[in-house]
């Protein structure tokens, strides 16, 4: 069972713009976890099914509907990055330094999001993956100077309930970022498939292919994970001079495929710079 927050990053009100895969795994952790006293939803699409029975959340389709009263802890942006711009100005009113801006919008800069929301809003940027969905992804986020300490602790009170968390204080390696983990698990499931594809021309049914790669990639992961010892060694202790293992990693290296992987990550983080130049461009 996850552990409730501490009272000093339980957060009084939290403000949740967009409710779709991503926004709605946020909010079932925080409402597992008791994050915060009272959770507010703007979603235009409405209250999703799957959490239509769940209580003690606040559902709204603009922020119109919002009292002025209403003093959020944090705002948390979950919305497509092409609507990023005509969702951010409703959001201005909270543009203070008593307020979080999270955003998980790929892409949107903290410039760009600044621009729509001023000079004293305080933002952290986050980057998170797919894993989300089973509360294990890993969300890389990046502050401004505006963010207090006691903000970082709350933004990763609320990271926590999607799964492990890290800062990276350069907004410009959030597209290193994506490389590596925001676009990280495709890779796997692609390794998965060529483990499937071998498997079946090997004769293995369709099942055993499918459970064999996947509790292996499951089990090595959480190995590596585990071990104070680098994947490296980890490798070589698996690998015997002249033994299967062997010889598949030399085909790999023959068929440049570590080298090719390197290259895809840079191929990667080429194009997040890219989308987030057109992005700001934008703005």
């Given amino acids: 069972m996850a552990a409730e927050p501490s009272n000093k990053t339980k957060a009084g009100t939290i403000v949740l713009v967009g409710c779709g895969q991503m926004g ?10 008791g994050a915060a006293e009272r959770f507010v939803v703007i979603e235009p699409a409405g209250r999703p099914m799957t959490l239509a029975d769940v209580p003690g959340v606040g559902w ?5 509907e919002l009292p002025n009263a209403l003093a959020p802890d944090a705002v948390v942006l979950a919305v497509k990055p092409q609507v990023m711009d005509d969702v951010l100005p409703a959001y201005r009113r909270w543009a203070r330094p008593q307020t979080l801006l999270v955003s998980i919008v790929a892409g949107k800069t903290i410039g760009g ?26 969300t890389v ?17 609320l990271l926590a309930a999607i799964g492990e968390s890290a800062w990276v204080e ?64 980890l490798r070589e202790r698996v690998t015997s001079k002249g033994g299967t293992t062997y010889a598949a990693l030399t085909s790999m290296e023959a068929s440049g495929v570590k080298a090719a992987i390197v290259k895809a990550l840079h191929a990667a983080a080429a194009r997040g710079k890219e ?7 934008a703005d």
């Fill in 24 to 33: 709605s795994a946020m909010l079932r952790g925080w409402l597992a976890r």
């Fill in 60 to 64: 709204h389709r603009r922020a119109d």
């Fill in 113 to 138: 999001i600044a621009r729509h929301l001023g000079p004293e809003a305080a933002i952290v940027r986050c980057m998170p993956n797919t894993p989300a969905a089973i509360s294990r992804a890993i």
């Fill in 141 to 157: 986020a990046c502050p401004n100077p505006r963010v207090a300490a006691k903000q970082r602790a709350l933004c990763e009170a």
């Fill in 170 to 233: 350069d907004e410009a390696l959030m597209d290193a970022v994506t490389a590596v983990s925001g676009s990280g698990p495709a890779y796997v499931f692609y390794f998965i498939e060529a483990m499937q594809q071998a498997a079946l021309e090997m004769g293995l049914t369709a099942e055993q292919g499918t459970q064999l790669a996947i509790a292996t990639f499951t089990g090595a992961a959480q190995l590596a994970a585990q071990s104070p010892d680098p994947v490296a060694v």
């Fill in 275 to 281: 989308l987030g130049e057109q992005l700001g461009a």
